[in-house]
């Protein structure tokens, strides 16, 4: 797949903002679609995923409750709704696909390290930048 990111921007604490993921050359029904962030300094992780298929979601803990993922399958575009955003939330923001072997609660689960490898096709990053 080819990912294009937009959306990012600059949002005092407390705020929102919506990422948008558009996806082409789709070959398959049945892929996880995930969203990562790398803030300076620190290791890139993964943040939620979505299955194109069912719909079914993972988020991580840092963001269950603040954050939605939802996709348009029409448009070809997965979204992330960030509400309730916080200072640590300030990174690079990407989302990468990969084709799916597994549930989305088994692929998504502590998606850092080795474990992106799994992710094949990247984006080229947002930045969403939290501060006031």
């Known amino acids: 797949l080819q990912l294009v990111e937009s959306g990012g921007g600059l949002v005092q604490p407390g705020g929102s903002l919506r990422l948008s993921c558009t996806a082409s050359?789709?070959?398959?029904?049945?892929?996880?679609i995930g969203w990562f962030r790398q803030a300076p300094g620190k290791e890139r992780e993964g943040v939620s995923c979505?299955?194109?298929?069912?719909?079914?979601?993972y988020y991580a803990d840092s963001v269950k409750g603040r954050f939605t993922i939802s996709r348009d399958n029409a448009k070809n575009t997965v979204y992330l709704q960030m509400n309730s955003l916080k200072p640590e939330d300030t990174a690079v923001y990407y989302c990468?696909?990969?084709?799916?072997?597994?549930?989305?609660?088994?692929?998504?689960?502590?998606?850092?390290?080795?474990?992106?490898?799994?992710?094949?096709?990247w984006g080229q990053g947002t930045q969403v930048t939290v501060s006031s």
């Open positions: 050359g789709f070959t398959s029904d049945y892929y996880v």
């Open positions: 990468a696909s990969v084709l799916a072997f597994a549930t989305v609660q088994a692929m998504c689960v502590s998606l850092t390290g080795s474990r992106l490898q799994m992710f094949d096709s």
């Open positions: 979505i299955s194109t298929s069912d719909g079914k979601t």
